[in-house]
């Protein structure tokens, strides 16, 4: 049965994606269940967006009751699961102005946005200029995939935006020397996800902060994948001190609910987009409110971050162990419950041979394991997962 829906799959569906030969029909907990009744621990998390865990009743439950009451108004009008949302958002971040979008990649663009317009309207012109990193993803949209600093997935689809020029990551310098008179923001991830799993060093993300505000530039950092939790701080930058005056969030944001947002400090939402400048059809939907509303009241309820930091030392502990053990790995590194293991060769083989035994992992990159699990795993779970990781290497 499942190598017939993976048939049927691929003779409907646009072969973007070349995926793994599973079929997944359900969840619970940290676990994921194909259409066969097979049990997968599962440490992708629907990269970074399950972080309360499958079959979560309270959340299920909120989302349903939003359901029953309505689902769209579109945003000619106020709903309140949105405006909650937003302080609930707001309270956890320490930002000051909220838009919702449909996506990470949709968050970016508004972000862009954000930025080009304050500037025009200091100075009139439209030929300003924005850094962002090698090695950086921030979506596929062509606004986002032009400060996507990986060439491989722009190439086949320039010109880009253009107006963007690219510094190395974790290199003041390299930053130093791409701003020009015509620089008006900077964009990062706080922690590199699709390049590698890199942290910002807290010397650089600091520098790049204090270079901003040297050169009246805005600093946008993308939390997508590394926000929500993830670090062991709601938000990554919160464990810098460094905060930036516009910012994106998505993923675990809704937990399920395809839903993003951008967020900027009161000094930019007052000097930037104005009503016509930036809409969205579903943006803001009160289905996304409510779903919203409910993980950042499980968030505060479980104490996820403080979790995530417990959690998260073990993991780390746990994976440095195995870097020991195995020659094939070069590096370890990541925050929180965001890890990565890089290793001289690829790594399709120890993923594949994981799934076989019931481990559900991902890549970044053909080089780099990486471990986005549910923020709600334990140790146990982190235990179980380093027996299956240790046969998986096996197939080395």
């Not at 040297?214 to 938000?235: A, P, T």
């Not at 146990?380 to 998986?392: Q, R, S, Y």
Request: hydrophobic share 40%.
């Amino acid at each position: 049965m499942m190598q017939q829906i993976i048939n049927e799959a691929e003779e409907v569906l646009l072969h973007t994606y070349n995926r793994y030969q599973v079929v997944f029909d359900h969840g619970d907990g940290v676990h994921l269940y194909d259409i066969e009744g097979k049990e997968y621990l599962d440490f992708v998390s629907g990269i970074g967006v399950f972080a309360l865990g499958y079959g979560n009743k309270a959340y299920n439950d909120a989302v349903k009751s939003q359901v029953d009451k309505i689902l769209h108004t579109s945003n000619y009008y106020y709903n309140v699961p949105a405006i909650e949302a937003a302080k609930a958002i707001k309270k956890a971040s320490g930002m000051d102005r909220v838009f919702f979008t449909n996506s990470g990649a949709e968050a970016v663009e508004g972000a862009i946005k954000t930025a080009r317009k304050y500037a025009y309207l200091k100075d009139g012109s439209t030929d300003h200029e924005i850094i962002a990193m090698n090695h950086s993803f921030h979506g596929r949209t062509f606004g986002a995939l032009s400060v996507t600093g990986t060439p491989k997935y722009r190439e086949a689809f320039e010109p880009m935006i253009g107006n963007i020029r690219f510094a190395d990551y974790n290199d003041l310098d390299s930053v130093k020397n791409q701003i020009t008179g015509k620089t008006i923001a900077i964009i990062m991830e706080t922690i590199q996800g699709e390049g590698g799993i890199h942290p910002a060093d807290k010397d650089f993300l600091k520098g790049v902060r204090d270079l901003c505000d040297e050169h009246d530039l805005l600093l946008i950092l993308d939390e997508i994948q590394c926000g929500m939790g993830r670090s062991g701080y709601m938000y990554a930058w919160q464990g810098y001190g460094v905060k930036p005056d516009i910012m994106t969030t998505a993923k675990a944001l809704g937990c399920g609910v395809p839903v993003g947002a951008f967020l900027m400090t009161e000094e930019v939402g007052a000097n930037s987009l104005k009503a016509g400048d930036h809409g969205t059809t579903y943006g803001g939907n009160p289905l996304a409110g409510a779903a919203i509303c409910e993980v950042f009241r499980q968030y505060e309820e479980q104490n996820i971050t403080e979790h995530v930091q417990q959690v998260g030392a073990y993991l780390f502990e746990k994976l440095e162990e195995i870097k020991q053990e195995n020659g094939h790995i070069i590096d370890h590194r990541g925050m929180g419950l965001m890890q990565g293991l890089e290793f001289d060769t690829e790594v399709a083989p120890v993923i594949n041979a994981a799934l076989d035994k019931g481990l559900v992992l991902i890549n970044a990159g053909t080089k780099i394991i990486r471990f986005l699990p549910p923020l709600v795993i334990t140790q146990n779970d982190v235990d179980f997962m380093i027996e299956i990781l240790k046969e998986a290497l096996k197939s080395l």
